[in-house]
């Protein structure tokens, strides 16, 4: 009878309605995780907004953030204002005259506070955490295994500048992605390396030798070179 309590339990009829929310919140944590960036660090008050968020959700990925500051930064090398990399903790002025008023007093609190406090603006390393939580699947279709060459459109009257570049195309593909989905890639319209239909895939292993590749293998770091073959039908 014990047993038979027990069976009855661990069926769906007999789950309580936060089992169930602790079933989808599971399945989405997993599915669709989540980094939370907490924007406008250059306010005077957000120190201690940090603290406390960070306090509450020690478990959470968080990450401070200042995208106003990172956008001013941008702007300001696009007007050759500035020497400015991304994630940078440190900027050099060539002409700050090119700034406007408010520009240059966000340059004044970043050089004085933000930067000396957090490090950078804080958005390039949002975005990567962020990235890190999901990472994509990588392919880079080649038209030689050998050496790395690049494909080559199937059409001539196409850009063919960068043929010898080896490497040269890199496709960021959703997890657990197929060697079929990288064919897909390659025909869709923005790309337009590849047309017709699938004929064959090879990739070259660790000890160097290449080896075909199912349309239903998944992208690795084992496969991620990869040369497809197609017709033209």
Same mark, same amino acid.
């Given at each position: ?9 661990? $069926? =769906?009829? !007999?789950? *309580?309605?936060?089992? %169930? ?6 399945? &989405? ?76 007093? $966000? =340059?004044? !609190?970043? *050089?004085?506070?933000? %930067? ?6 804080? &958005? ?110």
């Amino acid at each position: 009878e014990l047993n038979e309590r027990q069976r009855q339990k661990g $069926t =769906l009829s !007999h789950w *309580t309605r936060k089992m %169930l929310h602790n079933l989808v919140a599971h399945f &989405v944590r997993i599915r669709f995780p989540i980094m939370v960036a907490l924007n406008k660090i250059d306010l005077p008050s957000a120190t201690e907004h940090v603290r406390r968020i960070r306090e509450a959700f020690p478990h959470e990925p968080l990450h401070p953030v200042s995208a106003s500051s990172e956008w001013t930064l941008c702007q300001g090398r696009k007007k050759g204002a500035l020497d400015y990399a991304p994630g940078s903790s440190s900027l050099a002025g060539k002409d700050k005259t090119l700034l406007d008023i408010a520009a240059q007093r $966000t =340059l004044e !609190h970043l *050089t004085t506070v933000l %930067l000396p406090q957090y490090g950078e603006t804080g &958005v390039l390393s949002a975005l990567s955490k962020a990235v890190k939580l999901k990472p994509p699947s990588i392919a880079c279709p080649v038209g030689s295994l050998e050496d790395g060459r690049p494909m080559r459109p199937p059409h001539r009257d196409q850009d063919n500048r960068g043929d010898d570049e080896v490497l040269r195309d890199v496709f960021l593909m959703k997890p657990s992605s197929t060697v079929e989905d990288v064919f897909n890639a390659l025909k869709s319209n923005s790309v337009r390396l590849a047309e017709g239909e699938f004929v064959r895939a090879e990739c070259r292993d660790e000890g160097g030798t290449i080896r075909v590749l199912k349309k239903s293998e998944i992208l690795c770091a084992d496969n991620c070179v990869i040369r497809v073959q197609y017709n033209k039908r």
